[in-house]
């Protein structure tokens, strides 16, 4: 773990390998503690060991189960149910579409797929309204979506109109080959006009709903920062995934001291009109899946962030 000077995976499916520390917990237990999404409860992950959803080094084994190290834990996670999900005329700013894939600019506040508690006024309610021919392999639920941004976070989303395309789009993500490009505004002066941050990220103990640093079960997670202008109180830098871990940009940059302004979860105390962290998807990179073609877009950072930026200007 460390910070050299010189930030959505899928959650359908999770491996983890049991390290020295975690040796002898229940697997229910090390399950629950190891997923990374916060939402997921030990019961639940009861009843998916019950039901054949976890496998431990290839077998079926019982919640009491102590692991080992070096156990391979695999877990698919049954597909969440919502009564019904239907197309919504809600409006999208599409950025780019074909036949293969849409690109769009996702405004804050946005959900990007309907989820318990947020069973419409998604991406996905939106995008089945505008086309007809997503992708399925991700499910009822995430009809084309590859990757997610964070509701309260702005910017640039791609979803796949079919499942060759999907395919590819997620290789690409695996291999850490789509760029992603964020802007975001932190707290104080961030003196290092470059670096990068090699911290692994994982559930946080204390609070299941936030993620943290930490070498106990963390994966690999890497965000490259550079300063784009200095306000003295806060930084304006661009970031850079090489990984996509749940909430990465905003736990790195907390770890880093320079968490984001406006950030409910991880910053400080309410200090500028966003609602939501001050965090923007600008640049979106990919191969396209059927031409072979390097496809880039940019997009600039929405009124409201526009209008802290100049409101520090004049300062």
Request: charged fraction near 25%; include cysteine.
């Amino acid at each position: 773990m460390n910070v050299e000077f010189d930030e959505q995976e899928s959650l359908d499916e999770w491996e983890f390998t049991v390290t020295a520390d975690r040796k002898g917990e229940r697997l229910d237990k090390y399950i629950t503690e190891s997923a990374e999404d916060p939402s997921v409860s030990r019961t639940q992950v009861q009843d998916w060991i019950a039901g054949g959803n976890v496998l431990v080094n290839g077998r079926q084994v019982k919640a009491n189960y102590k692991v080992a190290v070096s156990d391979c834990v695999s877990v698919t996670v049954p597909q969440a149910e919502i009564a019904e999900i239907t197309a919504e005329d809600i409006p999208l700013e599409i950025v780019y579409e074909d036949g293969d894939v849409i690109v769009l600019n996702k405004p804050r506040g946005m959900v990007v797929h309907p989820a318990p508690g947020h069973a419409s006024g998604t991406v996905v309610n939106a995008l089945m309204h505008h086309c007809t021919d997503l992708s399925g392999i991700n499910g009822v639920l995430r009809p084309g979506i590859v990757h997610r941004i964070d509701k309260d976070t702005s910017g640039l989303l791609m979803a796949a109109k079919n499942d060759r395309a999907h395919i590819s789009l997620a290789e690409q993500l695996k291999e850490h080959s789509v760029t992603r490009k964020y802007i975001a505004l932190v707290h104080d002066n961030l003196q290092h006009d470059r670096g990068t941050i090699d911290a692994p990220i994982g559930r946080d103990v204390q609070d299941r709903k936030m993620f943290t640093v930490t070498s106990k079960g963390g994966k690999k997670a890497v965000t490259h920062f550079a300063v784009l202008e200095r306000f003295g109180d806060y930084t304006l830098v661009e970031l850079q995934l090489e990984t996509g871990r749940t909430h990465q940009i905003r736990v790195h940059m907390k770890y880093i001291g320079h968490p984001l302004a406006g950030d409910p979860v991880y910053g400080r105390s309410k200090t500028v009109d966003l609602k939501g962290q001050a965090l923007h998807a600008a640049v979106l990179g990919f191969v396209h899946p059927r031409s072979g073609e390097y496809l880039e877009f940019e997009e600039p950072i929405p009124a409201d962030m526009e209008h802290v930026l100049t409101s520090l200007r004049l300062r």
